[in-house]
Structures are given as structure tokens and as C-alpha cells.
């Protein structure tokens, strides 16, 4: 993972050998273990390329790459499948020697199809003066331009500054396609020509609606000097999935769905499911895929497997190479289980609980008590002995962190701890205060949520950082002590609710729309998880020098889902703890959580106690007054004291 920048200017009075100072702060962040700068000058333009790189795999190879004719590469991304990067390679190495051999435009476009994995990226092609740049299909990589009116320059950087007269200038690059500019016509025009290669499928149906569609969308929110057109040749990107299956199930499932959507959330119900053969394959499938992307998200790493003997750690000092984003819920208690598989077992794995502040209610001693074990029995399928220690974490010293995610976290920990004994489970417990929170926000936080504005942007963005960042405590029987994640890489299970039918907006959707209209806000879900989640959550993380990956995205993943029919995946016939993300709760019941499987779908925000911690008379949609960025002056001022 990296902070890349490219810096564009056509005018010789604007011209700057150095990034400004925030800009420059906010990309080394990312890229701990290299920072280097390249400047690309001649009559026409200046292009600053500046690249700070996270090694991860392979020979440390610093950035931006250049050959010698001149061409400059910048590679944020992981190359998971695709193309063939071997164990001791590094590939943005391998990605930039692709690149120097392509021949034309389609060449480049073949080779950006074929990868499979997280990217984004921008290439200089110093004989034609061309700049290429875009994301993958889903966006997990951020990349943002910015556009000068003044003198009519552009910069494209991992990450925005934080200065207040520019933020609200930054936008994402659309993960729509791959862009390219002549920087040539460019200087000469005075306007920037922005060519599309969109991604599209090997279907010619509805090619050019689809791009006509893009264009506008992206042109809307762009300066009058910068116009976005497709390219001449109509050339495109091959999308790297399957369609969405849009099948509509026979009327008699119909009255099938009927029959048990009186069901109890019970795991009866669940093994009543895999009591189907053709259904338990398609779950043994959907594990074995899931259970590959995990594979190569956790081991795509530098390890220590070269120690002597006498230079071996013990397991007790080794440190976690691989953390999670641990709720205890569903999506994370089956990536858990499934990194358990492949992490070597000497290993820790550091599972990252956060918690916000609560208020202290004054609340009748017998009604709290009442509420709090039937909270607890619900939350644990009403399990006696994991309800009394829920509550009894509940009645401790940090009850104001016993947050719904805590509870479910301890009972989650329970859980892998006895199904994997042998494996040593950091279980990291985060605790945020109203005061720490509102600081950071301002110094630290604001600027990678935006150019995303909302209410949700803010508690979920909050909430990433804090848990990835890492620092909290562990709690053992034995003692309480503080304990910093120094993992480089965290896992995420975001793309399990928007494929499975998770959120409460999708039964609502089946409520008024039936599947059909299901089928369509789940193709919808998967379209714009780019702009709603993605670019977001990777500034988030990768402020802390860490990189996010995310296995329920992997291309594999995906397409399997994709392939399969609505009804297969999720039904909502069923009651919540069920009925949203079936395949999954079935996946989980086959991987022995049996617990975990049926615990309904709780969103961060309000799991972790972040929402409407501030204000409580405010929607997730409202634009969020605590995004604004603070003057640099001020920024620069709190940020001497922080350190």
C-alpha cells in the first residue's frame, strides 16, 4: 500500500519543485518505509511525482519507477491473481515492465483486465506526453484530482490536503474506467481533455449507453475548463465479474418461501437449509472461494521464516502480522476462522473491538438489569452461560465501553478461542473518549473522510480509524495491559451486507419491490461501493501506514455470488439473524460457529455507540457540520501539541 501523487501544472510562474507541506504530511503517513520525489519538466508542463510506500511483499522498491525513456510509474495496489508475481517479487516492479512492453492503448487495457486485486495507479508515457491513471473495478483504492481554475493545473494524489480553501475542491477519481490525458494539446488548449476507458463487459449490449451514462455523471461535478469524452477507438476495460444473476424464482418456491417464513431464528432452522444437498454444495463452495481470497490477503506478507534457531521468537513474543475489524458478528467471526486457517499458528491474529464513550443513564436498577440480560440472551442465541458473561463484562469497571459490539466481541473471542485453542487471539479492546474522538476528528480524521460530507461518512470514518489505528488493551484472566496493533495489513468484511441482503434498507426494498426489486438495489449496492465506502475506508486505514483488504470483494468472491440466484444467498422471508446473509450464516454453521451464525445485522455506527454519541437529532444522510475542516493555521498549531 502507498500515498502516490502527481502534481500537473501548464504554467511556468506556478510552477513548484515541492508538494505543499499538509499535502506532503498526509502521503508519508501512508508510505512509511519510502518517500521519493520525481520532476518531469519541459516547455509544455511540469508533472511532480511523488511516491511514499508501505512494503508489503517482495524487495523493497521505492517509488515513482522510471525507465530509460522516460516513463514514470506510480503502483497502489496488490496483484493477488492475474498476472504472475512470484513470492520474492515485487510487483509494482513486475507492473511497470508489463507497462514499458505495451505496444498501444489496448495493450495497456489488457493488462489493467487481467489484474486481479486492489489498485490504483498513474502512469507517465514520456513520448506521446500522455498521463494514465483510474482505479480497479470496485474502487478499493482511493484517488483523488483536484483542479486549479487559476492556472488550469490538476494534482492526483491517494489522499487530500487539509487546508480549507482546497478541501472541499478534492473529489474522487470515478472507478468507471481508466483515464488518460494529453498533457501536450493540454498546455496548448488551455482546457483538460479527460479520454475514458470504461469497464465494460465482453457483451456488446448496452456499450454505448452505458459510457454515454458514465460521462455525464463524471462531467457534472467537474470545472467548465475539464471535459470528460470516450475515446475514438471505443476501446474499454474487460469488467472483472460475472453479471448479476437476476433470476426470479418459480411460483412454487414462492409458496415454499410461505411455508417457513414462520420459522424461529434458531440453528434448527440453519441445519434444516444444509439439510439440502444442493444447498450445503453451494455453501462448501462459497467457503472454498471465500476461503482462497482470505488465503491470499494474509499471506501476501513479509514474515520472519528465515530465522535461525537461535533467532526464533517465541510464540508468546512474536507480533501479529494480520488484525481484523472484530465486531464478533457474522462477517467478521467467519474471516477470523478463515485467516486461523492460513496465518501460520505460531501467529497472532489481532482482532480490533472499538468502543465510544456512553453516557451514564439514571435508569431503575431492576429495569437496567432486566434489559441488559435480555439484550445479552438476544445477542447470543439466548445461550445462558455466554449471557451471564456478557453481563457480567457489562458490570465491570468499563461499563461505559460495554457497547453492543463489546458484547458481542467477548462472545465472539469465546467462540475462536474453542475452536482454535492453539492460536493466540489478541482481542483488542479500543476504548474512545467523547474528548479524544472530537480532537482527532479535527486534527487527524476530517480530511481522509473527505470529499464525503454525511452524518455515516462521519461515524464510520471515525470508527475505522480508531479501531485500525490499534491501540487499546488486552484482557486476559491473568492481567490488563496496554497493547498497540503493529500489524501491517487489516481485514475487513465490508461487501458481505451490499452482496447478501444485510442492511435493513433491503427489506424494505423485498417488502414493497418483491425480488425483482431486491435484485436491483443489490446491483446498485455493488455499482456505487466505490464512492459510498471504499475510497473512504482506504484513506481511513492507510493513515496509520496499514493497508485495508477486503476478501468478500476479492473478483472470485464476487463472481460467485453474482452466479448465484437471489434466493440462494439471502431470504427474507426469514426473520432478521437469518433471513439477511443466509449463505453466509449456513458458511458459518459449517465452519462450527454456531453462535455467531445467528446474530442479527448491526451496523458499526450504532454497535460501536459512535452515532448520535455528539447529537441526536440528526439522520445519517445530513450533511455533517463536524467534517469541516479547521484552518491550517489552527491544524498546524493543534498538531504541535498532539506531538
Not at 469488467?239 to 414462520?262: D, Y
Not at 460530507?453 to 496496554?482: N, Y
Request: with cysteine; proline share 4%; hydrophobic share 40%.
Amino acid at each position: 500500500m502507498c500515498g502516490i501523487c502527481c502534481s500537473v501544472s501548464f504554467s511556468v510562474e506556478h510552477f513548484s519543485k515541492d508538494l505543499k507541506e499538509d499535502l506532503l504530511y498526509n502521503l508519508k503517513r501512508r508510505g512509511p518505509h519510502s518517500s521519493k520525489q520525481l520532476l518531469r519538466a519541459n516547455e509544455y508542463y511540469q508533472c511532480l511525482f511523488s511516491g511514499h510506500v508501505l512494503h508489503l511483499r517482495g524487495v523493497l522498491t521505492a517509488q515513482p519507477l522510471e525507465d530509460e525513456r522516460g516513463n514514470v510509474f506510480l503502483w497502489n495496489g496488490e496483484v493477488f491473481s492475474g498476472i504472475k508475481v512470484e513470492a520474492e517479487e515485487n510487483d509494482t516492479q513486475i507492473m511497470f515492465n508489463y507497462l514499458s512492453s505495451c505496444q498501444n492503448d489496448s495493450d495497456i487495457l489488457s493488462l489493467f483486465s487481467e489484474v486481479q486485486g486492489p489498485w490504483s495507479f498513474i502512469y507517465y508515457q514520456a513520448s506521446n506526453h500522455h498521463l494514465w491513471f483510474g482505479r480497479d473495478f470496485f474502487g478499493r483504492r482511493s484517488l483523488l484530482w483536484h483542479f486549479s481554475n487559476l492556472d488550469k493545473s490538476f494534482c492526483l494524489s491517494s489522499v487530500g490536503a487539509q487546508m480549507s480553501e482546497v478541501a472541499d475542491q478534492w473529489q474522487e477519481v470515478p472507478a468507471s474506467g481508466i483515464f488518460r490525458i494529453d498533457l501536450k494539446s493540454t498546455s496548448i488548449s488551455k482546457s483538460v481533455v479527460l479520454k475514458l476507458y470504461p469497464w465494460k463487459r465482453i457483451s456488446k449490449e448496452n456499450v454505448i449507453k452505458g459510457c454515454v451514462n458514465s460521462l455525464t455523471q463524471i462531467s457534472a461535478n467537474l470545472p467548465t475548463f475539464v471535459s470528460v469524452v470516450a475515446n475514438e477507438a471505443k476501446l474499454y476495460l474487460k469488467e472483472p465479474v460475472v453479471p448479476l444473476n437476476m433470476m426470479l424464482p418459480q411460483a412454487s418456491f414462492a409458496t415454499h418461501c410461505s411455508n417457513i417464513s414462520s420459522m424461529p431464528p434458531t440453528r434448527q432452522t440453519l441445519q434444516g437449509f444444509l439439510a439440502d444437498g444442493n444447498m450445503k454444495e453451494r455453501v462448501r463452495q462459497f467457503i472454498d472461494v471465500l476461503s482462497i481470497a482470505v488465503k491470499r490477503r494474509v499471506l501476501c506478507l513479509p514474515r520472519d521464516e528465515n530465522l535461525t534457531p537461535s533467532e526464533d521468537v517465541k510464540t508468546c513474543d512474536r507480533k501479529a502480522n494480520v488484525a481484523i475489524l472484530f465486531s464478533g458478528g457474522i462477517d467478521s467471526m467467519v474471516i477470523a476462522t478463515l485467516a486461523d486457517h492460513h496465518v501460520p499458528l505460531d501467529e497472532p491474529i489481532d482482532l480490533l473491538n472499538v468502543a465510544f464513550m456512553t453516557k451514564e443513564k439514571t435508569i431503575p436498577t431492576n429495569f437496567n438489569k432486566k434489559r441488559k440480560q435480555k439484550t445479552c440472551e438476544s445477542l447470543v442465541d439466548s445461550s445462558e452461560e455466554s449471557s451471564k458473561n456478557a453481563a457480567a463484562a457489562a458490570a465491570g469497571p468499563d461499563k461505559q465501553f460495554s457497547v453492543p459490539d463489546r458484547i458481542t466481541g467477548r462472545a465472539g473471542l469465546k467462540e475462536l478461542q474453542a475452536a482454535n485453542p492453539f492460536r493466540t487471539w489478541n482481542f483488542v479492546e479500543i476504548n474512545v473518549s467523547l474528548e479524544e474522538l472530537q480532537k482527532l476528528r479535527r486534527t487527524q480524521i476530517c480530511h481522509l473522510v473527505q470529499p464525503l460530507e454525511t452524518v455515516l461518512d462521519d461515524s464510520i470514518g471515525c470508527a475505522v480509524w480508531f479501531a485500525s489505528r490499534g491501540i487499546g488493551r488486552l484482557v486476559t484472566q491473568d492481567e490488563v495491559k496496554s497493547y498497540q496493533s503493529n500489524a501491517k495489513v487489516v481485514l475487513t468484511g465490508i461487501g458481505a451486507d451490499e452482496q447478501l441482503a444485510g442492511y435493513s434498507r433491503h427489506r424494505v426494498c423485498f417488502q414493497t419491490h418483491g425480488l425483482e426489486g431486491l435484485n436491483k438495489e443489490i446491483e446498485m449496492e455493488l455499482g456505487r461501493i466505490s464512492s459510498r465506502n471504499l475510497g473512504r475506508d482506504d484513506r481511513v486505514v492507510g493513515d496509520h501506514g496499514k493497508e485495508a483488504r477486503f476478501p468478500f470483494l476479492d473478483e472470485n468472491v464476487v463472481s460467485f455470488l453474482n452466479s448465484l440466484p437471489i434466493w440462494e444467498k439471502a431470504n427474507l422471508t426469514l426473520p432478521r439473524g437469518i433471513g439477511e446473509k443466509l449463505i453466509l450464516r449456513l458458511a458459518a454453521m459449517e465452519l462450527g460457529l454456531t453462535t455467531s451464525a445467528l446474530l442479527p445485522k448491526r451496523a458499526m455506527q450504532f454497535g460501536s455507540r459512535i452515532a448520535k454519541m455528539e447529537k441526536n437529532n440528526e439522520k445519517a444522510s445530513d450533511k455533517c457540520e463536524r467534517l469541516q475542516v479547521i484552518s491550517l493555521e489552527n491544524l498546524s498549531v493543534e498538531k504541535e501539541i498532539t506531538m
